[in-house]
């Protein structure tokens, strides 16, 4: 039987102040354990990068191309070579002279290769690595012309504003549309016609075939709108050499560290891997645009080799929002066919996607990602996904939360809505009928992709019972009372995650009774020094708070995935789980010895071992204590690498009201009920899916990173013009927990990251145009802004004359 746990906070046992929520008794998984790490972070003693300090501490300044695209005909670094307190200025023919290589593409493109001759990862003839600093050329507004170090960073700054750049501007695509146009200019020999490749999906004469037979085919074009991660604490590198040792030391705000060390080895400084440490402090968010190698942190460490002295880098806002990995920009040509029952038959979609100037590490995954989503939670026969990506002359794009599946997602449910409209269907009920039953899962879905555990129909009936769906109607017609339109807005979603890695976890029990977890994953505010503890301690019958979680070194830390697709812990904490049993095991083993009796005679409960039936007993610590003294450790690891991975499914539904007159949105309710696996923490859960909310709404209406047509200059390169959403933009959230344990994972989990967002958009858009629906709106792209719907409602009124006395009326 499912266990639902219902919606906020306020379900969940009241007692969280004081240490009483956090003894022993709550170590169970599944309690509401408070977060281990707040009471470090709120008494302001986190340690972030820009926090640390090292002696002789230079700072560094890049210069940026002004230009989207331009050649470099000329650059002149004399004068800023001789500013007061420069101690370099460095440039692409420096980067050239000293060997260093380029920043590779590290997920391979759709090829019709056969695999014995695949060329390598990062192979320049698929896609070129972008530079650490454009010696040649710039291809895109904000890439890395110079380098200048300095004493200070104000002697840096200064310096760089003495160096002479003469640029020859050349024709620039903002997007993939005027990339794929005719006479747009050609950025790579490698993308005839700007087109780097294109991802298949599906089965293409499956879907034809449905189509030839629908009863009604639903058609719609939708814009996904490029958004900026815009996490709070900006990217940042402090690059260290040793002089002893010869080895490089980088410090950064990072999600992957192991990746990190493994790509500046490997294809930046030719060394091995033992020659390059890095460490991740405390990160400040990341939501993917912290995982990709990027040319700075390969030019910090560069620098400080140079100079044999640290070199630091603090990025300012406007340069992340230049230079950081760009998300979510796609468009959409989507089709579905129904049968005369309004059973889903066939998604098709055309989608083109913008990669930016160069082809980011993980460039592909996200445009890929939206095709496995096509099905989501229905019994969907077949799907045919063709996306095309072109090169831009924007900054490169690359995941960012959700890594593609919002972007599916919102074509499925937009696409159901305007057919539940355009049939006079309830767009509950037709959900409803086409929702895979439980014992459907898992299951291969129409992508290729195999679908976990999932109990759709529950999840959709526990929101509409907290949604009070009844009782909207008496709430539409209160609101038209004021003048204003409510609409009801719905989405169902799947987040599919965590598969393809592998991760590992060590446990080693110091002679105080503390055990340190080492573990390759990264922490960048998703509370991991909590959760991993308390799935260590449950397993153990210890006190959580005796679990020290160790992250973001690969000196003590030897192999990682790092944390991405919201899979840490579905396989890290399946591999702490796995770890924890090893540990039992080994001290098992040396308690036998040390007890003198046979090992099945031994028993363990709650960190101690002992004889049955006897008062012969050793605990952990003096078990370590005995290892110690023979020169070892009581210690134990494991990994673990699924199958398949998780799908979280959940229900979506927004209320809102639109202003007529000025188009204005206010967001009235949210709710969601959310499939999180076996929940290991419940508090936990529910700050990610709030966060995830939160993400979705500033998408759906207030985000968008535009560049200018034609020249391709960033217009919204600060936050006086890229609107991220604020606490007044974000509705009371109603959630409820359901628990399906995954059928992937010894622990059942499922990754929760990321999907709380994947639904918001096309929940609050389809709410928007519920709303608008009896003026004669039936569509708008995101970021729906008041402009926006003020000229859709405008349009609608144009082109049919009678709607217009409808307006402000319920």
């Known amino acids: 039987m499912d266990s639902d746990r219902p919606g906020g906070l306020t379900a969940f046992p009241s007692n969280r102040d004081g240490d009483a929520a956090n003894d022993a008794a709550a170590a169970g998984i599944g309690n509401p354990l408070l977060r281990l ?52 200025v460095l440039t692409g023919a420096d980067v050239a002279a000293d060997g260093l290589g380029s920043v ?8 019709d290769a056969p695999d014995g001759s695949l060329p390598p990862l ?26 200048v170090v300095g004493e200070t960073e104000a002697a840096a700054r200064d310096a760089a504003e003495r160096i002479a750049v003469e640029y020859e501007p050349l024709p620039a695509a903002a997007d993939s549309a005027e990339a794929a146009a005719p006479a747009a200019p050609a950025l790579w020999p490698q993308a005839p016609g700007n087109c780097a490749f294109t991802i298949d999906l599906g089965d293409r004469e499956a879907t034809a075939a449905a189509f030839a037979e629908a009863a009604h085919i639903e058609r719609i074009e939708l814009a996904s709108n490029r958004i900026f991660g815009a996490p709070i604490e900006n990217r940042c590198y402090i690059g260290v050499p040793e002089a002893d040792s010869g080895r490089m030391v980088l410090h950064c705000a990072a999600g992957k560290p192991h990746s990190t060390r493994k790509t500046l080895a490997a294809d930046i400084f030719d060394v091995p891997e033992e020659r390059i440490a890095v460490k991740v402090p405390d990160v400040g968010g990341g939501f993917g645009i912290k995982n990709v190698l990027y040319p700075e942190e390969c030019l910090v460490l560069w620098a400080a080799r140079r100079l044999g002295r640290p070199v630091k880098w603090i990025g300012g806002r406007e340069e992340g929002l230049l230079s950081d990995v760009g998300c979510r920009e796609q468009t959409n040509r989507a089709e579905m066919a129904l049968d005369s029952d309004g059973r889903i038959l066939a998604v098709r979609v055309r989608s083109t996607g913008n990669l930016g100037a160069y ?4 460039g592909v995954v996200s445009l890929r990602n939206s095709g496995y989503v096509l099905g989501n939670v229905y019994g969907v026969p077949a799907v045919d996904y063709e996306l095309r990506a072109y090169h831009s002359n924007t900054a490169p794009t690359c995941n960012f939360r959700g890594a593609g599946e919002p972007e599916g997602i919102n074509i499925v449910e937009r696409l159901v809505d305007a057919a539940a409209r355009r049939l006079d269907r309830d767009p509950v ?33 526990a929101a509409l019972d907290l949604a009070d769906r009844d009782g909207f109607a008496a709430r539409r017609r209160q609101s038209g009372s004021r003048g204003l339109r409510r609409g009801f807005g719905i989405a169902m979603h799947v987040y599919m995650s965590g598969f393809n890695f592998t991760e590992a976890t060590r446990l080693v029990v110091g002679n105080d009774g503390g055990i340190d977890l080492l573990i390759g994953a990264q922490s960048a505010g998703q509370g991991h020094a909590t959760t991993f503890a308390q799935v260590a301690a449950a397993r153990l019958g210890i006190d959580p708070a005796r679990i020290r979680v160790v992250q973001g070194d690969t000196e003590r830390i030897g192999t990682g995935s790092g944390t991405g697709a919201s899979r840490s812990l579905s396989i890290g904490g399946s591999s702490t789980l796995l770890a924890a049993d090893a540990l039992v095991e080994t001290g098992r083993d040396l308690a036998a010895q040390t007890l003198e009796a046979a090992a099945g005679d031994v028993t363990y409960e709650r960190g101690v071992f002992s004889i049955a039936g006897t008062d012969r007993r050793i605990d952990l610590a003096a078990l370590a204590g005995l290892a110690a003294q023979d020169g070892g450790e009581l210690e134990a690891s494991a990994n673990y690498r699924p199958e398949h991975g998780t799908s979280a499914a959940g229900c979506n539904i927004c209320e809102v009201e639109v202003d007529p007159e000025t188009g204005a949105v206010a967001l009235d309710r949210y709710i969601i009920a959310q499939d999180a696996g076996k929940i ?14 939160a ?20 217009l919204t390169g600060s936050f006086m013009d890229y609107a991220l959403p604020r606490a007044d933009d974000v509705p009371p959230l109603k959630l409820l927990l359901h628990e399906v344990p995954s059928a992937h994972n010894p622990l059942g989990a499922k990754g929760i990251g990321e999907a709380g967002g994947v639904g918001t958009a096309p929940a609050v858009v389809n709410a928007i145009l519920d709303a608008l629906a009896p003026l004669g709106v039936r569509h708008i792209d995101m970021p729906a802004t008041p402009h926006r719907i003020w000229q859709a409602i405008r349009q609608a009124q144009a082109e049919t004359p009678n709607s217009a006395a409808e307006t402000g009326h319920a």
Do not use: K
């Open 37 to 88: 790490e707040d009471a470090r972070f709120l008494r302001g003693n986190g340690r972030f990068v820009e926090d640390i300090a090292l002696p002789g501490e230079a700072r560094t300044v890049f210069l940026r191309s002004p230009h989207a695209h331009a050649r470099i005909l000329g650059l002149s670094i004399a004068e800023a070579e001789s500013m007061p307190g420069v101690l370099a």
């Open 104 to 111: 590779p593409w590290e997920v391979r493109p759709p090829t």
């Open 122 to 147: 990062g192979d320049p003839s698929v896609a070129a690595p972008q530079p650490l600093i454009a010696a040649d050329s710039a291809r895109f507004c904000g890439e890395i012309v110079a380098m």
């Open 359 to 362: 082809l980011a590490p993980r």
């Open 429 to 461: 009920d037709l959900r409803r009928r086409n929702l895979l039953p439980p014992d459907a899962l898992p299951r291969t879905n129409p992508a290729g992709l195999v679908q976990d555990t999932g109990d759709y129909a529950g999840i959709l009936d």
């Open 680 to 693: 290991v923490n419940p508090v936990v859960v529910e700050g990610q899916i709030h966060g995830g909310i």
């Open 695 to 714: 993400t979705g709404i500033g998408q759906a209406l207030l985000e968008h990173a535009i560049y200018e047509p034609d020249s391709a200059q960033l």
